[in-house]
């Protein structure tokens, strides 16, 4: 016999402004600064010219696995204040790297630009919008689970196909967007180009002791350079579906949430914490809900494998191709990180195995 609804503990639910999240932009920053204060100044005269620099070799290009204390220690401080490792990130290089050319506009490619950039030309401007563009796609499917975890809480069986039916819509068109890489990104530049300045010092055979901090630590420390797995949106998707990953995939997957801003990490953890939607739907007996539960799964493993055939066009195609003849006008990357994603996992084998665990999850009548 249930309680009377009165005598209920009420819930508390889930909502995405606890978490810093924004409900039209999602993870990303709305409006990040352009410009520091006038005390920065001298930071953003250099960070305004980078690429020129790098390509002049006027700015160091090798520190000789050390970094030296007068850069070493403002970044360390200004990581340990935002909860993030020193190093360049997912939050950094997208999250917070993108502005409007007109705000009035839409947020299309043609309407946006990038703050900060390095070595790459309009390749890079190129991959770091188009994955701004796939987090503002997941905006509706971040929205969409949210209320799905509110509607258990609650027990509304409608709005929970509801949140289902967006989810799906959500993840479809992030795989849309996605596929906007190839009409702004050069394969020959992200492999030899953009890569070497996402690559860190974790699990990178090129830098394998690590970089000394100067100031900050005698001894070498490691971190793993930017990665799609920084990004909290599928780390989101999972934990709400309940999709688990083999062992060698979730220690990466959890490692990179070290590289999240904590609130976004603190938001994957708290949807982990929610009731399981697998069991909800499996004790309701609801065919709907069954059906629009696997048609998230499988939209979110067409993902995933979509997202192979973007990898191998970008890494293992321009991988083979870079080895049979470079571009005399593009430097070529270390060796060891062919076959290697910028977080440092054997690329191939690490998608192939989260879009079957993906797939894995699908519930059948008879579960």
Same mark, same amino acid.
Request: proline share 7%; aromatic share 8%.
């Given at each position: 016999?249930?309680?009377?609804?009165?005598?209920?503990?009420?819930?508390?639910?889930?909502?995405?402004?606890?978490?810093?999240?924004?409900?039209?932009?999602?993870?990303?920053?709305?409006?990040?600064?352009?410009?520091?204060?006038?005390?920065?100044?001298?930071?953003?005269?250099?960070?305004?010219?980078?690429?020129?620099?790098?390509?002049?070799?006027?700015?160091?290009?090798?520190?000789?696995?050390?970094?030296?204390?007068?850069?070493?220690?403002?970044?360390?401080?200004?990581?340990?204040?935002?909860?993030?490792?020193?190093?360049?990130?997912?939050?950094?290089?997208?999250?917070?790297?993108?502005?409007?050319?007109?705000?009035?506009?839409?947020?299309?490619?043609?309407?946006?630009?990038?703050?900060?950039?390095?070595?790459?030309?309009?390749?890079?401007?190129?991959?770091?919008?188009?994955?701004?563009?796939?987090?503002?796609?997941?905006?509706?499917?971040?929205?969409?689970?949210?209320?799905?975890?509110?509607?258990? *809480?609650?027990?509304?069986? +409608?709005?929970? &196909?509801? =949140? !289902?039916?967006? #989810? %799906?819509?959500?993840?479809?068109? /992030?795989?849309?967007?996605?596929?906007?890489?190839?009409?702004?990104?050069?394969?020959?530049?992200?492999?030899?180009?953009?890569?070497?300045?996402?690559?860190?010092?974790?699990?990178?055979?090129?830098?394998?002791?690590?970089?000394?901090?100067?100031?900050?630590?005698?001894?070498?420390?490691?971190?793993?350079?930017?990665?799609?797995?920084?990004?909290?949106?599928?780390?989101?998707?999972?934990?709400?579906?309940?999709?688990?990953?083999?062992?060698?995939?979730?220690?990466?997957?959890?490692?990179?949430?070290?590289?999240?801003?904590?609130?976004?990490?603190?938001?994957?953890?708290?949807?982990?914490?929610?009731?399981?939607?697998?069991?909800?739907?499996?004790?309701?007996?609801?065919?709907? *809900?069954?059906?629009?539960? +696997?048609?998230? &799964?499988? =939209? !979110?493993?067409? #993902? %995933?494998?979509?997202?192979?055939? /973007?990898?191998?066009?970008?890494?293992v195609t321009a991988a083979a191709?870079?080895?049979?003849?470079r571009p005399s006008h593009l430097?070529?990357?270390?060796?060891?990180?062919?076959?290697?994603?910028?977080?440092?996992?054997?690329?191939?084998?690490?998608?192939?195995?989260?879009?079957?665990?993906?797939?894995?999850?699908?519930?059948?009548?008879?579960?």
């Open positions: 016999m249930e309680l009377p609804s009165q005598n209920l503990k009420t819930p508390l639910l889930l909502t995405l402004g606890r978490f810093h999240i924004s409900e039209d932009y999602g993870f990303l920053l709305p409006n990040p600064l352009k410009e520091l204060p006038d005390h920065y100044r001298p930071w953003m005269e250099i960070v305004n010219e980078l690429p020129h620099l790098i390509e002049i070799h006027q700015l160091r290009t090798q520190v000789n696995k050390v970094l030296p204390r007068s850069l070493a220690l403002p970044f360390v401080e200004v990581s340990r204040q935002l909860g993030l490792p020193p190093i360049l990130v997912h939050s950094d290089l997208v999250l917070t790297n993108w502005m409007t050319r007109n705000p009035e506009r839409t947020l299309d490619i043609s309407n946006l630009d990038t703050i900060v950039s390095f070595p790459g030309g309009e390749s890079l401007r190129g991959f770091i919008l188009v994955t701004v563009l796939v987090e503002k796609a997941a905006v509706p499917g971040i929205k969409a689970l949210t209320q799905g975890v509110n509607a258990i *809480l609650q027990r509304s069986q +409608n709005s929970l &196909l509801q =949140a !289902l039916q967006q #989810l %799906r819509l959500s993840i479809q068109d /992030v795989t849309r967007t996605l596929g906007q890489m190839h009409d702004y990104v050069d394969p020959d530049i992200f492999y030899a180009v953009i890569r070497i300045f996402l690559s860190g010092w974790k699990d990178n055979p090129a830098l394998p002791a690590g970089l000394i901090y100067e100031g900050v630590s005698g001894e070498p420390l490691k971190y793993s350079g930017g990665s799609a797995a920084q990004s909290s949106v599928l780390h989101a998707f999972d934990a709400f579906l309940g999709v688990h990953h083999s062992k060698g995939s979730v220690e990466f997957l959890h490692r990179m949430r070290d590289y999240m801003p904590p609130s976004h990490k603190a938001f994957i953890e708290e949807i982990h914490l929610a009731p399981s939607l697998r069991d909800h739907i499996l004790a309701s007996g609801d065919g709907q *809900l069954l059906a629009a539960y +696997n048609q998230c &799964l499988e =939209a !979110l493993a067409e #993902l %995933r494998s979509y997202h192979l055939t /973007v990898v191998t066009k970008y890494i191709k870079a080895k049979g003849k430097p070529g990357p270390p060796r060891a990180l062919e076959g290697t994603g910028t977080g440092g996992t054997m690329v191939l084998s690490f998608l192939k195995s989260v879009r079957d665990k993906t797939l894995e999850a699908v519930l059948h009548q008879s579960d």
